[in-house]
């Protein structure tokens, strides 16, 4: 039988997340996801939309959203953002890269998989 952990192993993927909320708990569990495809070896790019843009705001005694953010400042991940959504918050580009629907685009055509949180 084969070893499911080995499978796992070899198969890096190409894993695109796009969150589309400020809601603490799904902005984590998505950085958790995240984090755990980065430290299984495969490639992460992230967009936010709506508010999403707003996920270095987020302050939760439960869901500590900003610790994962810096995790994935280590590993150098960019955090794109949909720039007109982070206009039309008066959210200004820090972490969160200026960005726009044809990038958002270009990471689902280059992503083996994606997922959308809220």
Not at 24 to 29: G, L, R, S
Not at 58 to 73: C, G, N, S, Y
């Amino acid at each position: 039988m084969p070893d499911i952990n080995q499978y796992i192993q070899e198969k890096r993927v190409r894993l695109g997340i796009i969150v589309n909320t400020d809601n603490p708990e799904t902005a984590w569990n998505a950085l958790r996801l995240g984090s755990a495809a980065l430290g299984g070896g495969h490639k992460v790019s992230v967009f936010l939309l709506g508010g999403g843009v707003e996920i270095e705001k987020i302050r939760d005694e439960k869901f500590d959203v900003t610790e994962l953010l810096k995790k994935f400042a280590r590993k150098e991940v960019s955090l794109l953002g949909c720039s007109t959504c982070m206009r039309l918050r008066h959210q200004e580009a820090g972490v969160i890269l200026k960005s726009n629907l044809g990038d958002l685009v270009k990471m689902i055509a280059d992503s083996d998989k994606v997922v959308t949180f809220g």
